[in-house]
DNA sequence: CGAATGACAATGT
DNA sequence: TACATTGCCATTC
């Protein structure tokens, strides 16, 4: 059964798979899929414990989750983790994004 | 089945 | 840089 292409199962690999000190967005991410940019973050919305969706903010590299722990967390593990940031906890796509390799 | 919605992106002003 | 508009695909009402 093929049921919907739209298996999560690869977008958490794929953002898995992104090393420590780097981040992807999610055009990225959808691009690699094959999806619509809105398919990844729905996605993410509902992603499970264990993945470092922390690396994974928008296009303009900004974090695209709502206002709260969350947003203070990712800030928070993406320094932990080398990551530049710019004054209002943007990340620097130019030095931090992930190429996919 | 049609309209609305969502952790987005690209473009124009 | 900030805001507005349009396109994207699946889920929900």
């Known amino acids: 059964m093929k049921a919907t292409q739209t298996n999560p199962q690869r977008l958490y690999a794929l953002v898995a798979l992104i090393p420590s000190g780097q981040v992807a967005t999610y055009g990225q991410l959808a691009s690699i899929l094959g999806w619509g940019p809105r398919l990844v973050g729905r996605h993410m919305s509902h992603c499970p414990e264990g993945l470092p ?5 928008n296009a303009s590299g900004d ?5 709260g722990e969350g ?3 990712q800030r928070q593990r993406l320094l932990a983790e080398g990551v530049p940031l710019t004054r ?3 990340v620097n796509l130019r030095l931090a994004l992930w190429s996919g390799l």
Request: proline share 6%.
């Open 53 to 57: 969706w922390h690396r994974v903010v």
């Open 71 to 73: 947003r203070l967390i």
């Open 88 to 90: 209002g906890g943007r």
């Open 63 to 67: 974090c695209s989750i709502p206002d």
